[in-house]
């Protein structure tokens, strides 16, 4: 059974650094491409960084280009975010997906999703 | 333009047909991906490429798509399909993604 488990989330003040982590297992991790989606209270989904398997390409929402850092360790079935100058705006739940093969690369599982809540 | 445009909100009777639309000039190039999420739960893939169902998804749901303008369609609504729809697609920059603001459908 295919399962991804996020951790590493809380209550930061802005500025601050948090850095997640999803633990996947159930399927080849270094077969896959990885991403993470943010959800705000009440609003809807936003897409945040992609990682190819191998980590070869890696991109970024604008709104966190600079200050976001994914990386993944396949030895380790692991996939991370390191999220530094955080901002109010950051808060939100965080779910680490999946990414099928192919063209269309959808996000076939998914986390159950962190809360990161950014506040002074 | 690399948004894409949902409905707020569609209401349905119980088994009768809704068509839920996106549109977004990147659809023209890139395939459109549907979501559903429940309150409370992760989304949970409904339809990708235009119209291929992940395993265990009902074949009430279907996808199409023309030109800028991609819709899901549930065919025979149920209770259990209450939720909120996103679609989702690649940008024009081919590598990120983008997701449409969501349609709550209520099934009524």
């Known amino acids: 059974e295919v399962q991804l488990v996020e951790s590493g989330g809380g209550l930061v003040k802005p500025g601050g650094s948090l850095r997640l982590s999803c633990a996947a297992s159930?399927?080849?991790?270094?077969?896959?491409?990885m991403n993470w989606v943010r959800q705000a209270p009440g609003k809807g989904l936003e897409w945040v960084s992609f990682?190819?398997?191998?980590?070869?390409?890696?991109y970024y929402a604008d709104s966190v280009s600079g200050r976001f850092t994914i990386s993944r360790d396949n030895a380790k079935n692991s996939l991370f975010l390191q999220m530094n100058n955080l901002r109010a705006e950051d808060t939100a739940v965080y779910y680490c997906?999946?990414?099928?093969?192919?063209?269309?690369?959808?996000?076939?599982?998914w986390g159950q999703g962190i809360l990161v809540t950014v506040s002074s | 333009s690399s948004e894409l445009t949902q409905d707020p909100a569609v209401s349905v009777a119980l088994g009768q047909t809704v068509r839920i639309a996106c549109q977004g000039d990147?659809?023209?190039?890139?395939?459109a991906i549907w979501y559903q999420q429940k309150p409370g739960q992760a989304p949970v893939l409904v339809i990708y490429?235009?119209?291929n169902r992940p395993l265990g998804i009902p074949d009430r749901f279907s996808g199409s798509s023309s030109g800028d303008t991609a819709s899901l369609t549930i065919s025979g609504a149920q209770a259990e399909d209450e939720a909120v729809y996103y679609c989702?697609?690649?940008?024009?920059?081919?590598?990120?993604?983008?997701f449409g603001a969501g349609t709550k459908v209520t099934v009524l």
């Open positions: 997906a999946r990414g099928l093969p192919g063209t269309a690369r959808p996000f076939d599982y």
């Open positions: 159930g399927f080849t991790f270094s077969s896959y491409s």
């Open positions: 990682i190819s398997d191998g980590s070869s390409y890696i």
């Open positions: 990147s659809l023209r190039n890139y395939y």
């Open positions: 490429s235009d119209n």
């Open positions: 989702n697609s690649r940008d024009s920059s081919g590598h990120r993604y983008v």
